[in-house]
């Protein structure tokens, strides 16, 4: 599934390329015909919390609207509404250029800390940034995991009456 969020979604689109979804940013200013023609014609889904966008001819189908707010709410919305894996393959693009990263040959990099050396780097061909698993991308990770986990709420329920104190 490949998604166009509004300019107000910028963390949450964000969010969707950490997850490995091709997610573009719609730029700013843009009016709402022409990001419904753009969602369209690129086949993508709308994702916006803008009501108004909903009365256009040529919604429908095309529209996710959420009426969530913050971002945590939004990401769990998205899971519901249209069944958004976080952890569909996380860190696999970058997250400001929205294009899959490649493997960084062993010896391109002057500009990587020595510490760490000795992992898997990836690249963006774009913007020439290099990402690893380092302390931001594990924490990262960490909330994708919990946005996966509470995707399922029968699962967690009977667990969490299990610890109610005094019983
Ligand atoms: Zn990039």
Redo the contacts with the bound molecule.
Sequence with gaps: MKLLCDEMLKGLCRWLRAAGYDAEQASEGENDRNLLAQARTSGRVLVTRDRKLQEHRGAAGTLCLLTCNGVDACALELTEKLGIDWLHRPFSR??????P?QPLPRDAGDSVPADVCNQPLLC??????IYWKGSHVRRMQEKLQGWATSGCKQEILPMDEKTVPGT
């Design positions: 970058c997250l400001i250029c929205n294009i990263l963006c061909p774009e913007c020439k940034r």
